[in-house]
């Protein structure tokens, strides 16, 4: 299994940016997928969530109504639109899959929100 993690980088408050996660080595359109984020000297924390077939999405209530989680099967991706972003999401950003029993993470993203 291999999650990496890209678009990440520096952005003025309000601004945005677009995560991607390409994924291989398992049964991607089977996979539910999630964000998740740490900042530093933070616990990890569960961003957004989407089940296989992308019927379903689930957002952390610090991010809802900024934050779209979106997928394509066909090209095993999934994506994170962040809009009117703050100063506090600044963190590193990993993709995640549990395909099986056991949780498969990215290498992260930095993602900095300052001006």
């Known amino acids: 299994v291999q999650l990496v993690e890209s678009g990440g980088g520096l952005v003025q408050p309000g601004g945005s940016l677009r995560l991607s996660c390409a994924a291989s080595g398992f049964r991607f359109s089977s996979s539910n997928m999630s964000w998740y984020r740490q900042a530093p000297g933070k616990e990890r924390e569960l961003v957004a969530s989407i089940t296989s077939t992308g019927g379903s999405t689930d957002y952390a209530g610090s991010v809802k109504g900024r934050f779209t989680i979106s997928r394509d099967n066909a090209k095993n991706t999934v994506y994170l639109q962040m809009n009117s972003l703050k100063p506090e999401d600044t963190a590193v950003y990993y993709c995640?899959?549990?395909?099986?029993?056991?949780?498969?993470w990215g290498q992260g993203t930095q993602v900095t929100v300052a001006s």
């Open positions: 995640k899959t549990r395909p099986g029993w056991i949780d498969y």
